[in-house]
Nanobody, 127 residues
Framework: QVHLTESGGGTVAVGGSATLSCVVS????????MGWFRQVPGKQREGIAA????????TYVDSVKGRFSVSSDAAENTIYLQMASLKSEDTAMYFC????????????????????WGQGTQVTVSS
């Protein structure tokens, strides 16, 4: 059975940084397409980053490119999302997910391409 557990959320000041973790069990996250998504109430879940570590592939949505960094720790079976220069519009529930296949990015990181989901961790960026 696959489980994904996010942690690291909380309240961060504008311009601050935070690192989210996603501990994975039941599959090898290093050899699986993994994604980070976020969602605010009333809006669709947005894919912001994807990583296929075994193939050294990473992609980001434009709104976080240069500020966020996704990485994988094979030994810990964990993926990370390092967030810097946070803005108020980064406030959201953040989810990690395990996917089916690596698409020909750049394109939308689509929820339909991901099968297993964590429960999410809330990030609030406060001024």
């Amino acid at each position: 059975q696959v489980h994904l557990t996010e942690s690291g959320g909380g309240t961060v000041a504008v311009g601050g940084s935070a690192t989210l973790s996603c501990v994975v069990s039941g599959l090898n996250s290093h050899r699986t397409v993994m994604g980070w998504f976020r969602q605010v109430p009333g809006k669709q879940r947005e894919g912001i980053a994807a990583i296929y570590a075994a193939a050294e592939k990473i992609t980001y949505v434009d709104s976080v490119k240069g500020r966020f960094s996704v990485s994988s720790d094979a030994a810990e079976n964990t993926i990370y999302l390092q967030m810097a220069s946070l803005k108020s519009e980064d406030t959201a529930m953040y989810f990690c997910a395990a996917g089916k296949t690596w698409r020909e990015y750049p394109r939308r990181i689509d929820t339909d391409d991901f099968v297993h989901w964590g429960q999410g961790t809330q990030v609030t960026v406060s001024s």
